[in-house]
């Protein structure tokens, strides 16, 4: 029987639960106490999620910030973000940045996901504190990179995975741990988007923001504000092309992102890799279409096996996108929210996504009383992140915790592009069983770049 059937084995639990499960709400933030002292700030990266990232932290109210520097390499969106902060410098590359950087406390990271590690790096090195948004890096050798000099350093780091800091998956990760469904040894997660390669047909019903089935022969000429040699970066250079930008027409193609797994998996799989107190799994493998040597899938599966972690048994972690959804989904087991995480229990079974949770079979707990919250909750991820430049505070997804979550993630497209099953070896970063998925586990920069 598939990996994927799995779940059906546990009859009781697939007959007994309703489609009507209740739903255990959360309560709201709390507010964190303010320190003082301005943070000064650089942000690489001033448009869309950096954008975002940019008014967030600027409007918060927990932390006095001052922006001292912006940079971009779309001119309009540095344009932008100088014309509400016009004392800050303007650079366009961000390698000019870091050679003035006495009057920087902290560094925003909102780029496109293969120059994370190369703009965290050097501000890491000069011991800054850090804030990248997800995914942390590009792949597995960066994701190590990073997570070792962030610990070399000593600072303040999170990434920008926003959901993490909100009440629901605290309340979730409170009644994993404990065990309102007894041990776990199944945990899986899906998401419909299908963004990636496949059919013309596809792309439409998917409401894909491109359709593209191999790199494109032409060439196009950059817009104006661009400057698209210092956007490809440390990538493989190629002549401009829509197919690749604006984002997030990117994020399919493996020299730049890394498909659905890699940015929705960061939010996803963050819920299981929580409650369940993993790190670093002892199998991967993935199933999908013919992997394509340009373009990530739209639709795919990948299964994790971990060991024991203390008093928690072994358990198995899969990932659907796009068509593939876990058996019992398909078969009305479970109520079918379009995006989901589903914990298999002994006892029971807990369904979550972002904002709301649900034990499973509603009737076994109909009297249940959650435990007391024992996770404090978040101001929010941002501020997290600025209190804890002042005050030396935990973060919620600091690159310790992050790093192995994007490296799990990594693996699941390196299992797919590899076609094996991977036994990992997560000390030597090798797969001891496939030395073919080496050449995606990391890569060697353009000429110019360097992680230091």
């Known amino acids: 029987m598939p990996r994927h059937d799995r779940l059906t084995r546990r009859g009781f639990l ?60 779309n001119g309009a969106n540095l344009d932008r973000a100088a014309s509400m902060f016009p004392k800050a410098r303007k650079y366009v590359d961000f390698r000019k940045l870091f050679e003035k950087t006495d009057d920087i406390d902290a560094v925003v990271v909102s780029t496109t996901e293969h120059t994370h590690a190369y703009a965290t790096m050097p501000a890491l090195q000069l011991g800054k504190h850090v804030y990248c948004e997800k995914p942390l890096t590009h792949n597995v050798h960066e994701s190590r990179r990073v997570m070792e000099a962030a610990a070399a350093a000593g600072v303040a780091t999170q990434m920008g995975t926003q959901i993490h800091g909100m009440p629901n998956y605290r309340r979730v990760v409170e009644l994993i741990q404990s065990g309102a469904i007894g041990p776990v040894r199944e945990a899986h997660v899906w998401v419909s988007r299908a963004w990636g390669l496949q059919s013309k047909e596809e792309a439409e019903k998917n409401r894909d923001i491109v359709h593209v ?206 076609g094996r099953k991977l036994q990992w070896d997560a000390k030597s970063m090798r797969a001891t069983n496939c030395p073919e998925a080496d050449q995606y586990l990391g890569r060697e920069p353009r000429k110019g770049w360097s992680l230091g």
């Open 14 to 73: 697939a007959q007994s639960a309703t489609a009507a499960g209740a739903v255990l709400a959360a309560p709201a933030l709390l507010p964190a106490a303010a320190p003082s002292e301005t943070v000064n700030l650089a942000f690489i990266g001033a448009g869309g999620r950096g954008g975002r990232n940019l008014k967030t932290m600027t409007s918060q109210g927990h932390v006095d910030v001052n922006v001292v520097a912006l940079c971009d390499v």
């Open 213 to 418: 089935t191999d790199r494109p022969k032409e060439a196009m000429t950059p817009p104006d504000h661009l400057d698209w040699d210092l956007w490809i970066g440390p990538a493989p250079y190629r002549p401009y092309h829509e197919v690749y930008f604006p984002g997030p027409k990117w994020y399919r193609w493996w020299d730049f992102g890394n498909g659905t797994m890699s940015d929705l998996g960061s939010h996803w799989n963050d819920l299981p890799f929580w409650a369940l107190k993993l790190d670093a799994p002892k199998t991967i493998e993935a199933f999908g279409p013919e992997p394509h040597p340009e373009i990530a899938p739209a639709s795919m599966s990948a299964v994790y096996e971990y060991g024991p972690r203390g008093e928690m048994p072994a358990c198995t972690l899969t990932w659907y996108q796009g068509d593939h959804k876990p058996k019992i989904w398909q078969e009305g087991g479970i109520p079918q929210w379009g995006n989901g995480v589903l914990f298999v229990g002994d006892k029971g079974m807990l369904l979550s996504d972002y904002g709301k949770h649900v034990l499973l079979p509603e009737k076994e707990f109909a009297d249940y009383e959650r435990p007391e919250p024992f996770i404090p909750d978040s101001p929010g991820q941002h501020e997290e992140w600025l209190i804890a430049c002042k005050t030396g505070a935990e973060t919620g997804s600091p690159f310790s915790y992050a790093g192995p979550l994007t490296e799990a993630n990594h693996l699941g497209n390196v299992a797919f592009r590899a």
